[in-house]
């Protein structure tokens, strides 16, 4: 059996050949109607070819959005599934965006669903929460490392209500004053990526509309997802600024700065490219 070269690896070699850029496909109700096409499993199906054979062969990164397709059970499901398999076959590593979280031995289950080698919805990474505690997180740990998989694990996410949860700070543990929820989460990656070479597997979600992070320790040596780039208002030239020193680490999502081109493919792809370009001038380390 050929053990798949970890995901760590493979992101590191995929960013450096076609920069770092990430794109979701995030196939919205108003983005199909925008498309001309309609809210049904057809539409669905048509939006998401597009933007693979758009992209697919030139971005390091595609990013289904889980929901998007489960709104349509078991026939959307199916598109995701395509959709997964012909994004990894014109070699764009895929991130399956379904955010999990649960108890330890269900969040087993949502691993093998997503990160064993042989599910139908295998993806390279999987989004994850780790909100019930970033222990309840090992299974998926575990089947990742199998794999040669990996996990994007929420820390500090792009969205205004996150910090209620990511800024709270925990009580200190004898060695002073306590760090907050999502320094905390840093750090167990951090721990999770050590030693590994060229970058870890287990990457941090971080949002790009954050401002100033300065007082995070990044260095987690693994990826940093990095939404909020495009729809939610954060532009490339913020990038270097949020990262800071972290900043050859960042995989920039854009999903509805780039999809609202659509549906014409040439479109698609010159806005991607336009963001991709803008992503390596703003990032390029000097
Ligand atoms: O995990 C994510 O991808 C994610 C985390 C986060 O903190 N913020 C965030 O927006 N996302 C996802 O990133 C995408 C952002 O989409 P746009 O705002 O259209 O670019 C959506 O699929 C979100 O679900």
């Not at 401002?211 to 040596?221: E, F, H």
């Amino acid at each position: 059996m050929t053990v798949m070269e970890p995901f760590g690896a493979r992101l590191r070699r995929a960013m450096d050949a076609r920069g770092p850029l990430c794109v979701g496909i995030d196939p919205h109700a108003s983005l199909l109607t925008e498309w001309g096409l309609n809210d049904d499993v057809a539409g669905l199906e048509r939006f998401s070819r597009t933007v693979v054979e758009a992209v697919a062969d030139r971005v390091a990164v595609l990013k289904p959005q889980s929901a998007f397709f489960e709104r349509f059970g078991s026939r959307g499901l199916a598109v995701l599934e395509r959709t997964v398999q012909e994004a990894r076959a014109a070699g764009a590593l895929v991130v399956m965006d379904a955010k999990r979280g649960d108890i330890g031995s269900t969040m087993a289950a949502y691993a093998e669903a997503f990160l064993h080698k042989d599910a139908p919805l295998f993806s390279d990474a999987l989004t994850v929460s780790p909100y019930l505690g970033y222990g309840s997180l090992r299974p998926a740990v575990e089947q990742a490392r199998e794999s040669g998989a990996g996990l994007f694990v929420l820390a500090l996410t792009s969205n205004p209500e996150g910090g209620e949860v990511q800024h709270a700070v925990r009580a200190g543990d004898g060695e002073g004053p306590g760090r907050n929820v999502g320094a905390t989460i840093l750090a167990h990656l951090a721990a999770e990526n050590a030693g590994e070479e060229p970058l870890g597997s287990f990457g941090a979600v971080v949002g790009a509309t954050l401002g100033d992070l300065s007082s995070y320790d990044l260095a987690i040596n693994g990826p940093l997802l990095a939404p909020g780039v495009g729809a939610q208002g954060a532009t490339p030239a913020d990038l270097p600024r949020v990262f800071g020193a972290a900043s050859g680490e960042v995989v920039p999502n854009v999903s509805r700065g780039v999809l609202r081109h659509g549906p014409d493919t040439g479109a698609l792809r010159a806005a991607s490219d336009r963001f991709a370009e803008e992503v390596r001038a703003a990032l390029a380390v000097s």
